[in-house]
């Protein structure tokens, strides 16, 4: 860890620039409006600010991304407190009593509390990322084929139960499409076309960003021109700074709240949404006040806005040393870290020592600027919620197509953000959950690539598969996963349980 505070300090006097603080500045309001406006999602600033920046240093790059990635998943309380609609899918918990507070004239107060949660959750899931991303490098070093196989089946197994509680198939139906429309076009090891239909576009399979554009983009805008208008609250008359005594007297609703948010982003594909939903329910169970929840309790507005920020950092984690995202904003990002020639994955604290630490900086960073956002400019950025979505979402479609053509130049890529547009609508209205679908499209290669290498290692043999320790492990704890989805299964094990339960303590 010395040798990582080295790092971390040469990172931060390296971004002591102008030219860096501006970025951070810019980069994060900017997140933070996209994240306000309801339709724009944090994967869709971070998909299309990929695409402005790919003629850019490495460096500055992914510091935009990142401050870009915090700002909006914060951004998203304020249409969450103001609006009650949530900004972005992981502010969906702020709502239920963000709103409440708004309503009873405590807007400022639940904008300060929502930017305090956020800048501390932030604060604590970047030292878990300091913490973590390193060791977790060094024992992904043991990862092999057969391990990066069964990653990748675990991934959208767990990803599509917990982003469809009420119905995990639905969940797997969804992770399973992105893995077979990951299949299409040359494969990855001796580059055969597959699935193409003789369509030379098809050849090189759809391209990440202009599919998630696509489906976090053209889908949102379809969605929201769908939808009734809204109306917003259009002032915050009390203060915006919250009392310490208010946030000490939560402490421990806030280390929960963010170390569960982190684990919640390191899980593949799961990501902001659940860290806040898991955050609020522990808080909820762990309140002395639990009749105010839902009716605007601090408690609860600061317990889903901590989890949701500390998911992000959280999600970073497996990007940097698996090249897995915790999530689709975190999916985005690992593609701008291979267009800017960075190789996530368990070669990273070897390749490139440094950059976690980098990358723990620009988090702190990012961290800073919403904190000073948040309390200095609350009031001005109201008027951003003012903006009529028939004037926004034409310049938003506008941006989604020049983000799908700019990366490769193709107009077929604009037809791909159009059909993932499309049939990412049709399965949200159906509810279907995207995350899965997205974790699908990024780990379908490496699945596809990991069975065919460890069949040539074993000569054919599925043993190895089955019986190498770490295989062993995520095998069984996917089948643990969609066995305990079943009702039947859980219901059983209930009983089993409370008749061993006697038996165990009578001995």
């Not at 170390?259 to 898991?278: F, H, K, Q, S, Y």
């Not at 320790?469 to 989805?485: D, G, K, M, Q, R």
Request: hydrophobic share 55%; charged share 10%; with cysteine.
């Amino acid at each position: 860890m010395p040798e990582g505070l080295v790092y971390f300090g040469a990172a931060l006097a390296g971004f002591a620039t102008f030219g860096t603080l501006f970025h951070v500045l810019w980069a994060t309001l900017l997140g933070i409006t996209v994240g306000m406006l309801p339709g724009l999602t944090a994967t869709l600033g971070v998909a299309l600010m990929t695409t402005l920046t790919f003629s850019m240093a490495a460096g500055d790059a992914i510091l935009i991304l990142i401050c870009m990635y915090v700002g909006a998943i914060y951004g998203g309380s304020r249409s969450a407190i103001l609006l009650n609609i949530p900004g972005t899918p992981a502010n969906a918990a702020t709502t239920l009593d963000g709103f409440p507070l708004a309503r009873s004239g405590r807007a400022g107060k639940a904008m300060g509390i929502a930017t305090t949660g956020s800048v501390i959750g932030t604060m604590i899931g970047m030292f878990c990322l300091a913490i973590f991303a390193p060791l977790l490098a060094e024992f992904a070093l043991k990862f092999g084929a057969f391990e990066f196989f069964w990653l990748a089946i675990f991934g959208v197994i767990i990803s599509g139960q917990l982003t469809a509680l009420d119905d995990p198939l639905k969940g797997w139906i969804a992770g399973f499409i992105g893995l077979l429309l990951s299949m299409v076009g040359q494969e990855g090891i001796h580059a055969y076309q597959r699935f193409t239909f003789g369509i030379f576009e098809l050849s090189g399979g759809f391209a990440l960003l202009p599919a998630l554009v696509g489906t976090f983009g053209f889908a949102e805008i379809i969605g929201v021109m769908k939808d009734p208008a809204y109306e917003a609250i259009k002032s915050a008359k009390d203060s915006v700074i919250p009392k310490l005594s208010e946030l000490f007297r939560y402490k421990r609703t806030i280390v929960r709240s963010g170390l569960i948010g982190t684990v919640m982003g390191l899980v593949p594909g799961v990501g902001e949404d659940m860290g806040a939903w898991v955050s609020y329910a522990a808080a909820r169970r762990g309140s002395k006040e639990k009749q105010e929840f839902g009716k605007g309790s601090v408690e609860g507005l600061i317990a889903a806005e901590t989890g949701n920020s500390a998911a992000v950092p959280g999600a970073i984690i497996p990007v940097l040393t698996l090249a897995v995202p915790g999530s689709a904003p975190a999916a985005v990002l690992l593609a701008a870290l291979f267009i800017h020639g960075i190789r996530p994955g368990p070669l990273i604290m070897i390749e490139f020592p440094s950059f976690v630490f980098e990358v723990v900086a620009m988090v702190l960073m990012a961290s800073l600027a919403i904190l000073f956002f948040g309390l200095v400019l609350t009031r001005p950025m109201l008027l951003i919620l003012q903006v009529a979505r028939q004037r926004l979402m034409p310049i938003i479609f506008v941006l989604c197509t020049v983000g799908a053509f700019a990366i490769a130049s193709r107009h077929f890529d604009i037809w791909v953000m159009i059909g993932f547009g499309v049939v990412g609508f049709v399965l949200r209205e159906m509810k279907y959950p995207m995350a899965p679908l997205v974790l699908g499209i990024v780990l379908g290669p490496i699945l596809d690539k990991s069975l065919r290498r460890g069949l040539v290692l074993s000569d054919g043999s599925l043993e190895p598969f089955l019986t190498r320790p770490i295989s062993l492990v995520l095998w069984l704890a996917a089948l643990i996963t969609i066995l305990y989805s079943s009702a039947t299964v859980r219901r059983l094990t209930r009983s089993a349980a409370h008749r061993l339960a006697p038996r165990f303590f009578s001995s």
